[in-house]
């Protein structure tokens, strides 16, 4: 028995809002995020075990800009995804669906991420 | 009898998965919720861990001083790598639920994310039991 079910409206199909770019955007991040999650969670496993090698690797990345840079990238996508993720719990509730309402919260969101991007970063190095 | 059942009683256990996609939204709002608190507790232990760091208050290998921190730097940590893989896993399910239309490949992918996240979890977890 095979139930032939709507499929979901495709990137190409569809021009794309403001709030259609938020909305795949969140997607993106959430899989930036997944993999450094898993990518954090397997240096913590292998620090345990192979301590030297770890060590030696953590110094490698951490001298080198590239990293530094890519994890800027990734706290900003971090804090991107928390606050659109507020943002999706409102809607789960049924608060702000109207275009005006969700064009500004998402506004409010990036702003916010921006901001406390840079703050966190600040945080750190001062 | 009707107007005090909420709505989510009213939609759970419809639809062709036989509630599997309830339970699935439901799981994936309880893990953003609780992570929200945990994220900002851990933000805070990270920034202590890197003033310590990069403002010369450790006398001891680096390594060293990770380990002889207290648990209560390390508890927000390992909560959010756990609930954010678990809550990654979910998301991911969605999107290659969205994406990809070839059932075989659908059902490979998303069997081999969850036993990958569930192997990674398992052994995150045994890593700070032993």
Same mark, same amino acid.
Request: with cysteine; aromatic share 18%; net charge positive.
């Given at each position: 028995?095979?139930?032939?079910?709507?499929?979901?409206?495709?990137?190409?199909?569809?021009?794309?809002?403001?709030?259609?770019?938020?909305?795949?955007?969140?997607?993106?991040?959430?899989?930036?995020?997944?993999?450094?999650?898993?990518?954090?969670?397997?240096?913590?496993?292998?620090?345990?075990?192979?301590?030297?090698?770890?060590?030696?690797?953590?110094?490698?990345?951490?001298?080198?800009?590239?990293?530094?840079?890519?994890?800027?990238?990734?706290?900003?996508?971090?804090?991107?995804?928390?606050?659109?993720?507020?943002?999706?719990?409102?809607?789960?509730?049924?608060?702000?669906?109207?275009?005006?309402?969700?064009?500004?919260?998402?506004?409010?969101?990036?702003?916010?991420?921006?901001?406390?991007?840079?703050?966190?970063?600040?945080?750190?190095?001062? | 009898?009707?107007?005090?059942?909420?709505?989510?009683?009213?939609?759970?256990?419809?639809?062709?998965?036989?509630?599997?996609?309830?339970?699935?939204?439901?799981?994936?709002?309880?893990?953003? $919720?609780?992570?929200?608190?945990?994220? !900002?507790?851990?933000?805070? %232990? &990270?920034?202590?861990?890197?003033?310590? =760091? @990069?403002?010369?208050? $450790?006398?001891?290998?680096?390594?060293? !001083?990770?380990?002889?921190? %207290? &648990?209560?730097?390390?508890?927000?940590? =390992? @909560?959010?790598?756990?609930?954010?893989?678990?809550?990654?896993?979910?998301?991911?399910?969605?999107?290659?639920?969205?994406?990809?239309?070839?059932?075989?490949?659908?059902?490979?992918?998303?069997?081999?994310?969850?036993?990958?996240?569930?192997?990674?979890?398992?052994?995150?977890?045994?890593?700070?039991?032993?």
């Amino acid at each position: 028995m095979t139930i032939e079910r709507p499929l979901s409206p495709h990137l190409q199909i569809y021009r794309l809002p403001f709030t259609a770019i938020l909305s795949i955007a969140h997607r993106l991040s959430g899989l930036f995020l997944y993999l450094g999650f898993v990518f954090f969670a397997w240096a913590a496993i292998m620090s345990k075990f192979f301590p030297d090698c770890a060590m030696k690797c953590l110094q490698c990345l951490l001298t080198c800009r590239v990293t530094l840079f890519v994890l800027f990238l990734w706290t900003l996508l971090f804090f991107y995804h928390m606050f659109n993720g507020i943002r999706h719990l409102f809607w789960d509730v049924g608060l702000g669906f109207e275009i005006k309402t969700a064009n500004l919260s998402g506004l409010a969101v990036v702003a916010l991420a921006i901001i406390c991007n840079f703050l966190i970063w600040y945080c750190i190095f001062y | 009898m009707q107007n005090f059942v909420s709505h989510f009683k009213k939609v759970k256990n419809l639809g062709a998965s036989g509630g599997a996609a309830t339970h699935h939204f439901l799981m994936q709002r309880l893990s953003a $919720i609780f992570l929200l608190p945990v994220v !900002f507790w851990a933000l805070i %232990s &990270l920034l202590c861990l890197f003033h310590k =760091i @990069l403002h010369g208050q $450790i006398n001891a290998p680096l390594w060293d !001083f990770l380990q002889s921190q %207290s &648990l209560f730097y390390y508890i927000p940590l =390992i @909560l959010m790598i756990i609930v954010g893989i678990y809550h990654g896993m979910l998301g991911i399910q969605v999107i290659i639920e969205d994406y990809i239309q070839c059932k075989i490949m659908k059902h490979f992918f998303i069997i081999s994310c969850k036993l990958f996240s569930f192997f990674t979890i398992l052994i995150f977890l045994f890593t700070f039991i032993l």
